[in-house]
């Protein structure tokens, strides 16, 4: 390359690792969005270890980074499964290199495409769904289904594959986003049209489905415990009042979200000092058989937890350290001016970072929409924390959180590190990540790869 300056879109992987590997981040082109891959390896492996200590399933969400390379971290190296969830079917195109990675290693792969089935995605994934086939007894895509009338792109899949689809029944146990509610799993005779695509061999009818972010809204392990348990009695509720459709059959109650899964790491301690809720939950989670005839599987889904971001640090879901040692995707951002002399009511400061850069997400626990870190800063004795206070589409104003405080301590030119509020936004503004490795430089500041993330639909 020519330039010492790159565009959003045309960089190949090796010219963007050509251009970027070995910079500092502060010397980059702003802004740039960044990944601590020591923090996302942590994350991972305690997700791991706890589905593993609980005995349950585990799906993968990858909608929040959209990259091979962390997929990869999600789903480990010790189980035979590797399911994954994705939210457009371009995350699945990515993923297939990594999917055929992982069935040569006699892993069963299963992909969920996560949104109710719309028919202009149906060839794509079915032609995804003939490249996965390995047997005639595969099933590595699955979709979701909340409606009758969705049931009428099946044929078409199972010609276009080969195989026939996993089916998904989605419940909505109170976030009101997609889903049927428990009591009207068979809306319209939705299940019993499910169970005819069966006989059809359109489908094969796995479980049922539940995402419930309502736990963002919760503020302890007790109170995403708790949305938890709700969610888990409101898919055994649904499965219940239609058992005499479903009896004799192997089911996946796949349900969660990254503030609920996290709680569940609480569930390993002694049940003495467990709440009434977490007691029955676990319970849950060690038979769920026990509810119903049939025989039930749990199964737990969360994407989030692997970067993080204020949003899930506000729902206080475990007992964590500070917002930079917790949160691995942060926004590398210039310092346009400073107004510390009296030209405005209060010091504040102008970056080079807006809606554009960060997102537009609120946060309950502060004003604004990222917080300043402390990253190559000085840092104000008693001063409260720097927060980007307000946005415009390119900038950012920069103020001291609460109000009046001393003179921003920053100067114009300097690069600054952004935390953000929502993480799946965040990233999805870049065409790449600058992937940097705490555990090798302690501050996190030297560029050891670049991930391109996939973008669009």
């Not at 010219?15 to 802004?31: H, N, S």
């Not at 457009?88 to 290693?105: G, I, N």
């Not at 348990?229 to 979200?257: F, N, P, W, Y």
């Amino acid at each position: 390359m020519t330039s010492n300056i790159i565009s959003r879109y045309s960089p190949t992987n090796e010219e963007l690792r050509q251009f970027y590997i070995g910079k500092d981040i502060g010397d980059v082109p702003k802004p740039a969005v960044v990944l601590d891959v020591a923090i996302i390896k942590r994350h991972c492996q305690t997700m791991l270890q706890t589905i593993k200590q609980l005995g349950v399933g585990f799906r993968a969400h990858v909608k929040t980074h959209k990259t091979p390379q962390i997929a990869r971290l999600q789903v480990g190296t010790e189980s035979s499964e590797a399911n994954f969830v994705v939210s457009t079917v371009a995350e699945l195109e990515t993923l297939l290199p990594l999917l055929k990675e992982l069935q040569l290693q006699n892993r069963r792969v299963n992909v969920l495409y996560g949104i109710p089935l719309v028919p202009s995605q149906v060839p794509r994934l079915a032609a995804l769904a003939r490249q996965l086939r390995t047997t005639d007894h595969d099933l590595p895509v699955s979709l979701m289904i909340d409606h009758p009338d969705q049931l009428a792109y099946l044929s078409q899949f199972r010609e276009l594959a080969g195989l026939p689809a996993g089916i998904f029944l989605k419940i909505d146990t109170g976030y009101h986003r997609a889903g049927v509610p428990p009591d009207m799993l068979n809306k319209k005779g939705l299940l019993e049209k499910v169970l005819q695509e069966e006989r059809l061999r359109h489908a094969i009818l796995i479980g049922i489905y539940s995402h419930s972010s309502l736990s963002y809204a919760a503020t302890s392990p007790e109170e995403a415990i708790s949305y938890l348990k709700t969610e888990i009695e409101g898919c055994v509720r649904a499965l219940r009042q239609h058992a005499s459709l479903l009896s004799d059959r192997e089911l996946v109650i796949s349900l969660g979200a990254t503030p609920q899964v996290v709680s569940a790491q609480s569930l390993l301690h002694e049940d003495a000092s467990l709440t009434p809720d977490a007691k029955v939950l676990k319970g849950l989670l060690r038979d769920p058989s026990a509810l119903m005839g049939g025989r039930l599987t749990i199964e737990l889904h969360a994407g989030v937890y692997t970067l993080l971001d204020m949003q899930q640090l506000a729902t206080n879901a475990q007992s964590s350290g500070s917002f930079e040692e917790e949160i691995a995707i942060s926004v590398i951002a210039e310092v346009c001016s400073v107004y510390n002399e009296g030209e405005r009511d209060k010091p504040e400061a102008l970056v080079a970072a807006g809606t554009l850069a960060l997102g537009r997400e609120p946060c309950k626990s502060y004003p604004g929409w990222a917080v300043v870190g402390n990253w190559r800063r000085e840092s104000e004795t008693g001063a409260s924390r720097l927060i980007v206070e307000r946005i415009s589409q390119e900038h950012g104003i920069v103020a001291w959180e609460g109000g009046n405080g001393p003179a921003i301590p920053v100067r114009v030119g300097q690069a600054v590190r952004l935390y953000p509020n929502h993480a799946c936004v965040t990233g999805a503004l870049y065409g790449w990540y600058l992937v940097v490795d705490s555990s090798e430089d302690g501050e996190g500041s030297r560029i050891v790869d670049v991930w391109t993330r996939t973008t669009g639909w």
